[in-house]
């Protein structure tokens, strides 16, 4: 009798620990990750740069590569300047945009990539899309997964909080984007990846119900490990559904109306999920998520990120815009621009002030 089963595209390896930055060097000499130890190692100005003059002494085979920042040019300029190498692998290290641009110009030469996340932003760390900013404003970039991801906590402690913060708001979403995915699975006949689903609600749920906080060793171990797993999520689905729904429209509706203005990505997402979960009718849940938000310091107000009222029913108005054939509740409900008004004064009732 045959065993039937599917292999998970998944790193081969995942060190999520408090000094994890220690060991780098040991997990990049595993064979299945770099046989030479000829490394290219992409960092940002800021934290990446800072971490390469105490990892430097650590990779002596390593060509290190300064990205300028989170743009489509940037990763193919650091794809065609490592193009004459003849690396191993690319490691990642730094923010979420150089994160973005090393999955991409690993994909583009074909070569695995580590990820070392300096700050939990959002759950791009180990998800197989590169967001890059492009001449039309910000795209989206299928790639493979890291090969492994190495995020050490005490380096995470380390980041602006605010950065720590929004990757809470990231994680939180997946509960409302896993409830739009079953939306569209009973109003459309969409097809659910149950597996995919499990992974991206449960790290949504960990991180909702822990009661520690970014102080905590432990919560930013639950926080760091729930990003992962949402990243793999999308990868078992082949998508990003599991881990975007309305939330995520809310938020790209905010990037592209408001380039100049827009908050975090986690930040929006949050806000973004607790209002789609209002608007479904999951009142208790949302004011559950708006409660933890708050207590984590996220906005759940657009005032609170700087946006009146007004621009934010025109968010939630265009939201359907920015991911067409995407079915979530904005798009079940198909709301004219008073009823958003409505429901918002609603929203901010329920959940207080």
């Known amino acids: ?93 730094g923010g979420g945009k150089i994160i973005d ?20 932003a959002h759950d791009g760390l180990c998800s197989p899309v590169a967001t890059l900013d492009n001449d039309a404003g910000r795209g989206s970039y299928g790639v493979p997964n890291p090969i492994a991801v190495v995020i050490d906590l005490d380096v995470v402690r380390e980041a602006p909080v605010r950065f720590v913060r929004a990757g809470i708001g990231d994680a939180v979403s997946n509960i409302s984007a896993i409830a739009d995915w079953e939306l569209a699975h009973r109003i459309k006949g969409e ?38 797993l949402s990243g793999i999520a999308m990868s078992v689905s082949g ?5 975007s729904g309305a939330c995520h429209e809310i938020n790209h509706a905010f990037d592209l109306l408001f380039p100049r203005r827009a908050a975090a990505h986690g930040e929006q997402c949050g806000l973004g999920a607790a209002f789609a979960m209002y608007l479904r009718g999951a009142h208790e849940e949302a004011a559950l998520m708006a409660a933890v938000l708050r207590r984590h310091g996220l906005p759940v107000l657009p005032e609170e990120i700087g946006f009146t009222t007004e621009e934010f029913v025109r968010v939630v108005e265009f939201a359907p815009e920015t991911r067409p054939g995407r079915y979530t509740i904005l798009e079940h409900l198909d709301l004219e621009t008073d009823q958003i008004k409505d429901i918002y004064a609603d929203y901010v009732k329920a959940i207080g002030s």
């Open 101 to 120: 641009c090393a999955k991409f110009a690993a994909a583009r030469v074909g070569l695995p990539l580590v990820a070392v996340p300096t700050n939990l």
């Open 1 to 93: 009798m045959p065993v039937l089963t599917r292999l998970i595209p998944s790193p081969v390896v995942v060190d999520i620990r408090p000094g994890a930055l220690d060991d780098l060097a040991g997990v990049l000499a595993d064979e299945r990750i770099s046989h030479s130890g000829r490394l290219a190692v992409a960092v940002s100005g800021g934290s990446g740069a800072r971490l390469r003059e105490r990892l430097a002494p650590a990779l002596p085979g390593a060509t290190w590569y300064e990205v300028g920042g989170g743009t489509l040019d940037d990763a193919v300029r650091l794809a065609a300047d490592m193009r004459a190498g003849h690396f191993d692998a690319l490691v990642g290290l």
């Open 191 to 228: 097809k659910i990846d149950g597996l995919a689903a499990a992974i991206a609600r449960q790290a949504g749920e960990a991180v909702l119900r822990h009661p520690g906080t970014i102080a905590d060793t432990g919560f930013l171990q639950v926080l760091a490990e729930a990003l992962v």
């Open 239 to 243: 998508d990003s559904r599991p881990s």
